[in-house]
Nanobody, 116 residues
Framework: QVQLVESGGGLVQAGGSLRLSCAASGSIFNTMGWYRQAPGKQRELVAIITSGSTTNYADSVKGRFTISRDNARKTVSLQMNSLKPEDTAVYYC????????????WGQGTQVTVSP
């Protein structure tokens, strides 16, 4: 059974930093990443990373956020710096298993709130 468990969300002032972590279990994963959903908006890609460490970022977070992963520990992290109020959202860990192509797995979500 695949499980993704996030940690690290919280409240921070604009300009501050937070680090999100996600521990995955139950499979071997190729692409892992982070999405976010703000109130009244659709879920959007924040950053993804392949098992070979190729990364892709949303334009809105480039230069501020850094995604990394530890394949041995099956963890993916998101270091978020220079946070802005518009980064406020629920952040979801995402992964795809090598055994079930095309199937999306999601964590329960963690709230990130950035105050002005």
């Amino acid at each position: 059974q695949v499980q993704l468990v996030e940690s690290g969300g919280g409240l921070v002032q604009a300009g501050g930093s937070l680090r999100l972590s996600c521990a995955a279990s139950g499979s071997i994963f190729n692409t892992m990443g982070w999405y976010r959903q703000a109130p009244g908006k659709q879920r959007e890609l924040v950053a993804i990373i392949t098992s070979g460490s190729t990364t892709n970022y949303a334009d809105s977070v480039k230069g501020r956020f850094t995604i990394s992963r530890d394949n041995a520990r099956k963890t993916v992290s998101l270091q978020m710096n220079s946070l802005k109020p518009e980064d406020t959202a629920v952040y979801y860990c995402h992964a795809r298993s090598i055994y079930v192509p095309g199937r999306d797995y999601w964590g329960q979500g963690t709230q990130v709130t950035v105050s002005p």
